[in-house]
């Protein structure tokens, strides 16, 4: 049985690979391509307002706050039940799900993530939320002193760039995709309504948080013009803390403590 969240160096340490061969450029030099192609679905998670929150948290401030918005990421996973391969950037979050590794349908348990995501956003993270599929490829990058794990293709960008285009009006959170993506589903289809117990023990349909958006037409730089659609919730979370207090707090909690000791 396959980990559920594994990461992309893991996957590429433990699967044979499509291309492992040694280059000797003339102008380049020496260097290996050791890489994994497979289709995918990407969903891309970036940390909302991030340079808002460089600005108004100290450095310390800032990896609290990411640690505790990859703990409530992987949360997610072991909710749903999907298996994925994360790979951390400084300000957002890459998933791939893919039949390679378990998904029986990748979009959709992308999709399901996501609305976990927005349904227990206990914190107030709000990521900016962005799904898109197609053939990936994931490798080794880098010098022979070091050699890093990274992931490739025009999913990557999409779903990056669909997070970042959020609509008009006011949401408590959104998932944006292209909308070839949807290939005519019904919601109930994708987020099957939930069952919750009523007084006198009766169980009733809990009534979705969410809302399928009209197909909207978006021109990306480089990529053109692309329809996208949107999944949007409307109800927002009532937090008595946010991520962002939540991590002065801690760190004003270790600065008491004596564990901050900074160099001089």
């Known amino acids: 049985m396959r980990n559920r969240c594994q990461t992309l160096t893991d996957f590429l340490l433990t699967e044979p690979l499509t291309v492992d061969v040694e280059i000797n450029d003339p102008v380049a030099g020496s260097f290996p ?27 310390p401030e800032i990896i609290l706050y990411m640690n505790m918005f990859m ?7 072991e909710q749903e039940g ?10 957002s979050v890459v998933l791939l799900f893919s039949t390679r590794f378990g998904s029986a349908n990748p979009f959709f ?9 927005g349904d227990h956003d206990g914190l107030l993270f709000k ?30 960008l999409l779903a990056a760039a669909s997070a970042r285009m959020k609509p008009l009006g006011d949401m408590a959170a959104r998932i944006t995709f292209p909308e070839a ?18 007084r006198g023990k009766e169980r009733m349909r809990e009534p979705s948080a969410w809302q399928l958006g009209d197909p909207r037409s978006v021109d990306f730089p480089g990529i053109g013009e ?8 409307f109800v927002p979370w009532v937090a008595t803390v946010s991520a962002r207090e939540k991590a002065r707090e801690w760190f004003g909690r270790i600065k008491a403590n004596g564990y901050y000791k900074p160099q001089k």
């Open 33 to 59: 391509l050791k890489c994994v192609s497979f289709d995918a679905t990407v969903l891309h998670l970036w940390v909302h307002d991030f340079s808002r929150l460089s600005l108004e948290l100290s450095p």
């Open 71 to 77: 703990g409530w990421m992987r949360e997610s996973i």
């Open 82 to 91: 999907v298996s994925v391969v994360e790979r951390f950037l400084d300000s």
């Open 109 to 117: 348990d992308a999709l399901r993530t996501a609305r976990w995501l």
């Open 127 to 156: 990521p900016d939320m962005g799904i898109a599929s197609g053939e990936v490829a994931a490798g080794f990058t880098g010098t022979p002193k070091e050699y890093a794990a990274s992931v490739f293709g025009r999913p990557l």
């Open 181 to 198: 993506e949807w290939q005519g589903f019904s919601l109930d289809e994708v987020f099957p309504l939930r069952e919750m117990e009523c």
């Open 226 to 233: 692309t329809e996208l659609r949107d999944i949007c919730s």
